[in-house]
């Protein structure tokens, strides 16, 4: 019996541990600039180099059209392209086993708009 009520609390336990993706978060950039785009199944975006440190030469990742903010997040990326750049940074994760240019994705952006 201590064994079986053993079992049952250590898979409990394992069942109400949360399981959280890490996100990465890219440096402050003045000008968060989008100097290449490309489509196909996502959106590869490439900005300016050092704003995704560890994705694709240090400057690029995917945004996938299954995320849940896509439409939202394409409308910035949009947005950045048009205006030539907005101070702020890129939120991705790494892709596990990732390569080229599926080597992260992109969750998200901190833009700081300057006031006017």
Known sequence: MKKYSFNVLVVLTLLMTPVFASAA???VMDKLKITYMY???SIYIAFESGALPGCYQDKGAR???D???????YSQVLTM????GIKGQVI???ISGGSGWSTCRILGFALQPSPV
């Open 25 to 27: 978060t890219g440096p």
């Open 39 to 41: 489509t196909d199944s």
């Open 63 to 65: 945004l996938y059209s």
């Open 67 to 73: 995320h849940v903010l896509f439409d939202q997040l």
């Open 81 to 84: 392209s048009a205006i030539g």
């Open 92 to 94: 991705y994760e790494e």
